[in-house]
């Protein structure tokens, strides 16, 4: 029985995806992107040595689509900012939960490094000088908002140990400075560990309000108050 004849016709290939090919992002991922991209760049390189055509590079779109949802480089930053400065202010006031003195001050000190640490570019974009102000504000005035708070604390505490409650405002930026100073320093060298960091912050804080003296003095200018 003779064979019967095989189809020899070439089989359809299937067509392969194009390679290289982009996805077309909405407006509002492609402003996501563009924020993420801007927030990489500045923390890297601060505001004043980033440029559109870098951002727009990176994001891999044309200088005008940058200029289409932040109107430049100015409103691109102040945007970034403002999400930083919201984010980590969010961060400092929700930690504030435990009645203790101590324990707020260890929950203030923890929550700055802890942003530090999970957020670095973000921290890296707060702590860069620049000239443009978002609305929210920057690293100093967080930090404003978060002394503003530890001075409430302070205050009660200082009426109940029989201190000037209107001292309170000086010592409570000298604490928030001192830990968000230190926390800087830690953003480079990350050791010891965070909680180490915490506590030995807090202890410095908490032993020194414990000794506090009513009426300081200075020792090398006796007389002069």
């Known amino acids: 029985m003779a064979d019967e004849p095989r189809d020899v016709r070439p089989a ?5 995806p194009k390679t290289g090919s982009r996805v077309r992002m909405s407006f509002s991922q492609r ?6 991209v801007g927030r990489q760049l500045f923390a890297e390189r601060g505001f004043d040595a980033t ?12 200088k005008p689509v940058v200029y289409e949802h932040f109107g430049g480089k100015e409103g691109l930053y102040a945007v970034v900012v403002d999400r ?8 400092v006031t ?6 203790h003195p101590r324990e707020l001050l260890e929950q203030a000190a923890l929550a700055l490094l802890d942003y530090i640490e999970e957020e670095t570019n973000g921290f890296r974009v707060l702590v860069r000088e620049s000239p443009v102000m978002s609305s929210s504000g ?20 200082f009426k109940t140990r029989g201190y000037d409650p209107k001292l309170a405002e000086l010592y409570s930026q000298a604490l928030v400075g001192m ?11 990350r ?18 309000l414990a000794q506090l003296e009513a009426k300081p003095v200075l020792l090398t200018r006796k007389g002069v108050k």
Request: charged share 20%; net charge neutral.
């Open 31 to 36: 402003r996501e992107q563009l924020i993420a």
């Open 138 to 157: 920057n690293f100093s005035s967080v930090l404003n908002d978060v002394a503003h708070q530890v001075e409430h604390i302070l205050g009660a505490e």
């Open 12 to 16: 359809r290939q299937t067509a392969a």
């Open 191 to 208: 050791k010891p560990r965070k909680e180490t960091v915490a506590a030995h912050l807090v202890n410095l804080c908490w032993n020194g």
């Open 179 to 189: 830990v968000a100073l230190t926390g800087r320093w830690w953003l480079e060298v």
């Open 51 to 62: 440029s559109i055509e870098e951002i727009a590079s990176r994001a891999k779109v044309s």
């Open 94 to 99: 929700s930690a504030l939960t435990a009645g």
């Open 84 to 91: 930083e400065v919201t984010s980590l202010l969010t961060r």
